[in-house]
């Protein structure tokens, strides 16, 4: 892939500054790289993408409750009821969990993020990403490839690093457009 279309391929998505919970680190060698991958696709449990898992099994059943509309009241009201109870629980799980995890200005779409760091990381080097969107709390587990990283001046840390998601679930990536798109609609209702 040339500079040029990692350039377009990257701005495909719309991107905000936003704030999230963030980790990164790198990832060590296959084995490392392939558990990864496990654990985003939910081969291997992570307590971490719970509530992102959760979040996109509502939209899937809100589908099936909208087509349940035919049945009575009651039972569409209970299913709902449940499905909040459950977002709720693993909003919970996720804030205990995270709740100690600094938070980061950072450059984020659905394509990558960028954002300051106090290490400098290698061209193509493969990290492991856990973000938790704010105010969902919901953790989105990601492979990324570290597109840049440059010295930036100035006060904070000393290091700007691009990354792009080179393995993320699809059903993150949409949590993301979704997440993108309310900050902007919140952000233009603001102004």
Known sequence: ???????????????????????????????????????????????????????????EMNLMLRNAGRQPDSLVRYLRTLDDKLNTLARLLMEDRCQDEPGYAVNLSAGGMSFASTQAMDPDQIVEVR??????????????????????????????VGLEYAHIREADRDLLVKHVLDQQRQRCREK
């Open 1 to 59: 892939m040339t500079a040029n279309s990692a350039d377009t391929e990257r701005r495909q998505f719309y991107r905000i500054d936003d704030y999230v919970r963030l980790t990164v680190r790198p990832v060590e060698g296959e084995e490392g790289l392939e558990d990864l991958v496990a654990r985003i696709e939910g081969e291997r449990e992570d307590r971490f993408t719970l509530a992102a898992t959760f979040l996109a099994q509502s939209r």
């Open 131 to 160: 973000m938790v969107l704010l105010p969902e709390e919901v953790g989105i587990l990601a492979a990324g490839r570290v597109v840049e990283c440059h010295r930036q001046e100035g006060e904070g840390p000393p290091f700007r």
